[in-house]
Structure formats: C-alpha cells, structure tokens
C-alpha cells in the first residue's frame, strides 16, 4: 500500500506534472532507442494535454517528503473513457502509487457512468503491462500495428504471439 495521498491536479503541480511527462518520454524514448522521440522539448507536449477538450480530470500522487511522484488523465469519449497518461517517476516506483491513480481513475469513470476504460500503453513497456494487468485491465480490446519503415525496431526485442502469429515488439 502506498503512503501517497491521491489529489485532483492543481496549477501549483505544473512543474512537477510537466516533469513527469519529460520522464514518461524520456522512458519511451530509450524503449525505442529513438532520441528524436517528443521533439527537441519534450515538456511542451503537457501544455497541450492540459488543453485538451476531451480532458476529463488529471489526478496526482503526492508522497510526503517527495511531492508530486505520480500523475494519471482521463479523456472522456463516445466509446468510454481512457486513461492518458499513467506516470510514475522512477524513483517511486513499486510502491503501489501507480496501482492507486489507476484505482482513482477507475472510480471517476464508473461514477461517470462509463462502461469501459481504457489504456494503451507500449508493448515494449513489461513494467507497465504488468502494473495494468495488477490493476485489472486484462481485457485485450485493440491491437495498433505498425510498419518499420526504418527498420528501426530491434529484433532482439522479445516478441508476442497471438493467434498463431508471430509479432515483434
């Protein structure tokens, strides 16, 4: 269980939100030895999110001592809702803080009234994919494929196999 109290976002959190984003893309960055990933200023991007129309709420985990180590969104569609960014900075990592902004997000979206959530995160992202499946999102709903035109995907990464087909990731 973690010692992080669960708050809606404030102005006062933009740094510490607009770092964890930074972190999130640095994170993907690295996943995809891709340095160019999130542009030249990878923090911009929160600008936009935070503007965003389909935005819902945005929640962060404060831990005494640390600040704000946490930040998770909720973009609210037609088709449900889904959970856009989950972040955990790396320095409190497995001490429940992601479990608790997902349980945060879940519980908006049901008193919303939504049927679904959702969350896409990288496929070669196993942390995270465990994290969620912890959480209890086990419900394989979409699949996005893309073509390396690059060749830029190393096929050194484990891939996946479903439906007898044989995917890198």
Do not use: K
Not at 89 to 104: K, V
């Amino acid at each position: 269980m973690t010692d992080a109290v669960i708050r809606p976002y404030r102005p006062a959190d933009h740094g510490a939100g607009r770092q964890l984003w930074v972190e999130l893309i640095e994170q993907h960055r690295t996943l995809y030895d891709d340095p160019g990933y999130g542009g030249a200023d990878p923090g911009s991007a929160f600008e936009e999110y935070l503007t965003r129309l389909d935005l819902a709420g945005v929640w962060v985990a404060e831990a005494p001592g640390a600040g704000v180590v946490g930040l998770v969104g909720l973009i609210v569609s037609e088709a449900g809702g889904r959970v856009e960014p989950v972040v955990v900075a790396a320095r409190a990592r497995g001490r429940g803080i992601g479990r608790a902004l997902l349980a945060q997000v879940a519980e908006v979206a049901r008193n919303r009234g939504l049927a679904r959530l959702t969350v896409t995160p990288e496929s070669r992202n196993v942390e995270a994919l465990r994290c969620l499946h912890s959480a209890g999102y086990d419900v394989l709903s979409a699949i996005e494929l893309t073509l390396d035109l690059r060749n830029a995907f190393d096929a050194r990464q484990e891939g996946i196999d479903l439906h007898g087909l044989r995917y890198r990731s």
